[in-house]
T-cell receptor, first 115, second 110 residues
Framework: NAGVTQTPKFQVLKTGQSMTLQCAQD?????MSWYRQDPGMGLRLIHY?????ITDQGEVPNGYNVSRSTTEDFPLRLLSAAPSQTSVYFC??????WGRGEKLFFGSGTQLSVL | QKEVEQDPGPLSVPEGAIVSLNCTYS??????FMWYRQYSRKGPELLMY????GNKEDGRFTAQVDKSSKYISLFIRDSQPSDSATYLC??????????FGPGTRLSVLP
């Protein structure tokens, strides 16, 4: 049971380049989300999904795009990378039984540097 | 003002000490409270979960929620070097889309 798998672990981009961060879970979780973690800022929600075909914006969605075509996968796309997007990105999932404060399962993160 | 505040530390204590980690928040609608532990270069993992006010104990860990003061705490008894990590508080009004504090880095010295 792999849990939440993120790829790649490290990535360096040049300003203006685009890329996709991959996230897959094998726990049949309905809820999936992307966070970025910056020093002194904590984890901030970028986008989330409550099921296949349904996505919504979080606290800091600008410059990022998501789609959810299957229950298992939730890729995060950087459309035109900027230095302000240098961060550690975490994908997280939960069962999605609302009203019960579901436990989030996190991936191991992707460290992204934009030069 | 940030929605969730947390002393960033770092906090250094000797092995065996009692550790107190705290968060304050401004949104009175929060009713789900969690503590996550994050080791270096790893994703956070859930440590404690509390719904509404009160205390919850799990082994050496105790979580307290005081909604009237908008204040939550995590206590670690008999701290161990393996407890050295960053501790993140997280809270939500609906049970999803949690708001995280910036984290407190803890070092437990042998």
């Amino acid at each position: 049971n792999a849990g939440v798998t993120q790829t790649p672990k490290f990535q360096v981009l040049k300003t203006g380049q685009s890329m996709t961060l991959q996230c897959a879970q094998d726990m049949n979780h309905e809820y999936m989300s992307w966070y970025r973690q910056d020093p002194g800022m904590g984890l901030r929600l970028i986008h989330y999904s409550v099921g296949a075909g349904i996505t919504d914006q979080g606290e800091v969605p600008n410059g990022y795009n998501v789609s959810r075509s299957t229950t298992e996968d939730f890729p995060l796309r950087l459309l035109s990378a900027a230095p302000s997007q240098t961060s550690v990105y975490f994908c997280a999932s939960s069962l999605g039984v609302w009203g019960r404060g579901e436990k989030l399962f996190f991936g191991s993160g992707t460290q992204l540097s934009v030069l | 003002q940030k929605e969730v505040e947390q002393d960033p530390g770092p906090l250094s204590v000797p092995e065996g000490a009692i550790v107190s980690l705290n968060c304050t928040y401004s949104n009175s609608a929060f009713q789900y409270f969690m503590w996550y532990r994050q080791y270096s270069r790893k994703g956070p993992e859930l440590l404690m979960y509390t719904y509404s006010s009160g205390n919850k104990e799990d082994g050496r860990f105790t979580a307290q929620v005081d909604k009237s003061s908008k204040y939550i705490s995590l206590f670690i008894r008999d701290s161990q070097p393996s407890d050295s990590a960053t501790y993140l508080c997280a809270m939500s009004a609906s049970g999803q889309n949690f708001v995280f504090g910036p984290g407190t880095r803890l070092s437990v010295l042998p």
